[in-house]
């Protein structure tokens, strides 16, 4: 699902409460039982912190869920306020270039043209600027869900090989 600015962001987080529900239930099953993990394929624990506890590592599993989701309701929300700043911006950069209409009168181009040379530079680099953000915001978003996702491999391939022996 591709989000487009107008567009709640926070709507992109509906899986979070079934998230939450199933890493309960985990925690719950954690309280009753508690085993050492065996390494996953490759040999060695990258993500897991405490792989001789399975309730840790469920612990963490939670914890790491948990500041996830809260990071990315707040950059959710935050990249939506910087979304919708931009289509002013954008507007604002089309005012100005379109102030060479035809009909226009020519004498006042060159005034026109004086004013796109000194206003333009500066629309385009707090556009710029706002879209940066933007992009620096997403990408820190996108690395903490990596890292979560990189942790529930981690586990998963772990429980399997755990589970055959």
Avoid: W
């Avoid at 506890?53 to 612990?59: I, K, L, P």
């Amino acid at each position: 699902m591709r989000a487009n600015p107008s567009q709640d962001l926070s709507n992109l987080l509906q899986s979070a409460p079934i998230t939450v529900s199933v890493i309960a239930q985990l925690l719950v099953v954690a309280t009753t039982t508690d085993f050492a993990l065996l390494s996953p394929p490759g040999g060695r624990f990258e993500h897991v912190r405490f792989p001789n506890s399975f309730r840790a590592t469920v612990a963490q599993l939670g914890d790491t869920a948990a500041q996830s989701l809260r990071k990315s309701y707040s950059d959710f929300d935050l990249m939506q306020r910087r979304c919708v700043a931009v289509k002013p911006d954008v507007t604002e950069i089309i005012q100005l270039l379109s102030g060479l209409a035809p009909g226009q009168n020519p004498d006042s181009e060159p005034e026109v043209l004086q004013d796109i040379a000194d206003l333009l530079p500066g629309l385009i680099e707090h556009l710029d600027g706002t879209v940066n953000k933007c992009l620096e915001t997403a990408r820190e978003t996108h690395a903490v869900f990596a890292s979560l996702n990189s942790l529930v491999e981690e586990i998963s391939y772990s429980c399997v090989q755990t589970k055959g022996k």
